[in-house]
């Protein structure tokens, strides 16, 4: 986020100084909108993070009826018998929300992608 807020151009910023805004409204109708697709990957990689987390549900939960997908997923698999069938359509399930948010957020990420080809 620092990354995209430091290539936020200065004219960008000082245009909207000199037009009259103050240094919030300067934040959210300036930069805020130019930094969109760094927001949507930092979405999306916060959502992976969370939905993945395996040690601290682990951890934490000790009813079965509440335990996460990975949590879920990894109780599965026993020492001696393993049920493959049921682990492959968890996986399917638990890969269901993530691949939604990303399919979400794609057109922010291509016009971020097509933002930084044009030549100044």
């Not at 805020?32 to 992976?48: E, S």
């Not at 993945?52 to 934490?60: A, G, H, I, Y």
Request: aromatic residues 10%; contains cysteine.
């Amino acid at each position: 986020m620092r990354q995209s807020m430091g290539a936020l151009p200065p004219a960008l910023l000082d245009s909207g100084r000199m037009d009259g805004c103050g240094e919030l409204r300067l934040f959210l109708r300036v930069a805020l909108p130019a930094m969109r697709p760094a927001l949507a990957a930092l979405a999306v990689f916060l959502f992976l993070y969370q939905w993945n987390d395996f040690v601290w549900p682990l951890v934490v939960l000790r009813d079965g009826s509440s335990y996460t997908i990975p949590v879920a997923l990894a109780s599965l698999q026993g020492l001696d018998e393993t049920d493959y069938g049921a682990i492959l359509a968890g996986t399917a399930v638990a890969a269901l929300p993530m691949a939604l948010v990303f399919l979400a957020l794609q057109r922010h990420f291509v016009s971020g992608l097509l933002a930084g080809a044009v030549k100044e």
